[in-house]
């Protein structure tokens, strides 16, 4: 399932797919959408995947 922001930056298409936005953008440490939204998934229990992270397997208790 994609997941999208609204991002703030882009005019004519602000609906943006997370992914992309992890990969590409240069703006994300300082953009509140995506704050927002990385700061949502650890409380919600999924673990925000970083462009310079490698995935690694994780047990849950």
């Known amino acids: ?5 609204v991002c703030l930056r882009k005019r004519n298409s602000p609906r943006l797919s997370i992914r992309i936005c992890q990969e590409k953008c240069p703006f994300k ?6 704050l927002a939204y990385q700061k949502m998934s650890v409380q919600q229990g999924q673990v925000p995947v970083l462009d310079d992270s490698i995935p690694v397997a994780v047990a849950l208790p």
Request: glycine share 0%; net charge negative.
């Open 29 to 34: 440490d300082n953009c509140k959408e995506y």
């Open 1 to 5: 399932m994609n997941e999208y922001i």
